[in-house]
């Protein structure tokens, strides 16, 4: 039997639409069903790279963690990584397929991408018992509406029950509904079958009279208000570095003062997120050499393009900054390759320029290759017997200029990134989710401070997210209608052990 599916969309981009498909994803696993997560159309700078080398939107990597299930490019098959101003690399089905303005995209590509979506979720369908879609945006944006692949031509595909969900953090949420399910059509209206409110702070008996009028109103069922969330789930999007600013540490309030360089296209930022949960550790991120102040470590993240980063790095005067100060530099992925020596790009593929000088701070170069490298990996921290993890996803292939101690070293004997002395390159993202290596990182900038160092003991990668999975599906089972979710969706109620 076709899987019975759920679809969360939103009443505006960042309701919490992510979090939302996580918890529920962690619900029906521990329910005992088998669960896949679906995205038609992502258009993300965090991506998630499968067993199988396909590049995906880390939300629905995350999602299909969270359901206990192994990531394929079925879960979201169109990506969209924005690459310039107006100009994203569209990956179909986790491979490159070609670069395309916004408006090409839209006029050329969606009649294409719609037909591959569509197979994707049936595919989904006869293989799980329940998918949970996430919607994109808004699904009643006028202008966008009859091109739109990843709202209600989705929900219609998969035959699913769509939950709306606004945020009432930021205001004006009873609008907010009203006005969407407005502008749907009425077979699109027809499929909203219930109504959540999210991201609640406060006494929610203080919002009984509104959600009363709210259902009488639209003749919709409210099944829920979810609190805001504190869990540590990646974000999908830069829209969340707006919130991790509210994180940014005062002067001397933490021990150590990590400068994390906000580059205007950066990529996977959640590769951040651990040092995050450092005791002792204030993380910033930063725009300005006025921002960057007096750090004790440097990170220059990923990039979704190197050479045109490496241009805005030095336009700000960041360059003078790095190789000047004493100062601890870690370089992940395009932040690796601009502390080399040289970047070449013959064939034109990051823009148009063929030869980019480095920062010249480790011995490497770096040439772009139209391939693009995704892969899962491991291997040996040099000089240790410590294993760690990672993924890689770049186009450009970067050698040793002369002989420095590597990073890693690979399973298959080769090696990866570079050290010489305070300062690191890797091309491995999530290396900071190798825990007990950042414990053992912290400590080495603790120790060239004269501080004393913490304890070695951490819980891993695997052990916090698990925690924080459940977490979430707690939260939504105490705050939802379940019986009523599992009505709408037509699914056999089964009861979970966190509830």
């Known amino acids: 039997m076709p899987a019975k599916a759920v679809m969360i969309q939103g009443t505006s981009s960042d309701v919490g639409k992510s979090m939302l498909a996580t918890a529920l994803c962690r619900h029906f696993s521990n329910a005992g069903y088998c669960v896949a997560p679906f995205k038609s159309q992502n258009m993300a700078l965090n991506s998630y790279v499968t067993v199988s080398g ?32 107006m100009m994203s690399e569209i990956i179909v089905h986790g491979k490159h397929h ?24 049936q595919r989904l369908k006869e293989s799980y018992d329940v998918i949970v879609l996430e919607g994109a945006g808004s699904p009643a944006e006028i202008n966008l509406k009859a091109r739109d692949i990843a709202n209600m031509k989705m929900a219609h595909a998969a035959d699913a029950a769509v939950i709306l969900v606004a945020d009432i953090d930021r205001g004006g949420v009873f609008a907010s509904i009203v006005g969407t399910l407005a502008l749907l059509d009425e077979d699109e209206r027809a499929r909203v079958k219930g109504i959540i409110i999210n991201k609640f702070r406060g006494m929610k008996e203080l919002l009984d009279d509104g959600l009363e009028w709210l259902e009488q109103y639209t003749g919709i069922p409210v099944l829920g208000v979810v609190p805001y969330m504190d869990v540590q789930i990646e974000a999908e999007d830069s829209l969340a570095l707006s919130a991790l600013r509210l994180k940014r540490p005062k002067d001397n309030e933490f021990d150590l003062d990590v400068a994390v360089i906000q580059l205007p296209r950066i990529s996977n930022f959640t590769d951040i997120d651990p040092l995050m949960d450092e005791p002792g550790v204030g993380v910033r991120f930063v725009k300005t050499v006025a ?32 190789t000047t100060r004493d100062v601890a530099i870690v370089g992940i992925c395009g932040g690796y390759q601009m502390l080399g020596q040289s970047l070449y790009d013959p064939d034109f593929v990051e823009g148009n320029v063929d030869y980019t000088e480095g920062l010249r701070l480790l011995p490497i170069e770096t040439t772009f290759v139209g391939e693009k490298k995704t892969v899962q990996n491991s291997g040996i921290r040099f000089g240790t ?24 070293l690979l399973e298959d004997g080769r090696t990866d990134g570079a050290v010489v002395g305070r300062i690191l390159g890797t091309y491995f993202h999530g290396i900071f989710h190798n825990r007990t290596f950042t414990r053992q990182m912290v400590n080495e900038w603790r120790i060239y401070k004269g501080l004393a160092p913490l304890d070695a003991a951490v819980k891993s990668e695997k052990e916090l997210r698990e925690h924080a999975y459940n977490v979430a599906a707690e939260q939504f089972e105490q705050a939802v209608d379940l019986e009523k979710l599992y009505e709408i969706m037509g699914l056999e109620r089964v009861a979970t052990i966190s509830e």
């Open 385 to 408: 017997n410590e294993r760690l993890t990672g993924y890689e996803i770049h186009l450009g292939r970067t050698k040793h200029t002369h002989l420095c101690e590597p990073f890693l």
């Open 54 to 85: 396909g590049e995906i939107g880390r939300a629905q990597g995350v999602q299909a963690e969270a359901a206990r299930v192994e990531a394929t490019t079925d879960m979201n098959p169109i990506l969209l990584k924005p690459k310039q101003d």
């Open 98 to 121: 070609l670069n395309m303005t916004a408006k090409s995209y839209r006029n050329d590509f969606v009649d294409e991408a719609l037909p591959i979506a569509v197979e994707a979720v």
């Open 291 to 322: 921002e960057l102040k007096n750090p004790d470590v440097i990170i220059i993240p990923g990039t979704k393009n190197t050479i045109d980063d490496l241009a805005w790095l030095r336009a700000q005067g960041f360059e003078e900054e790095l």
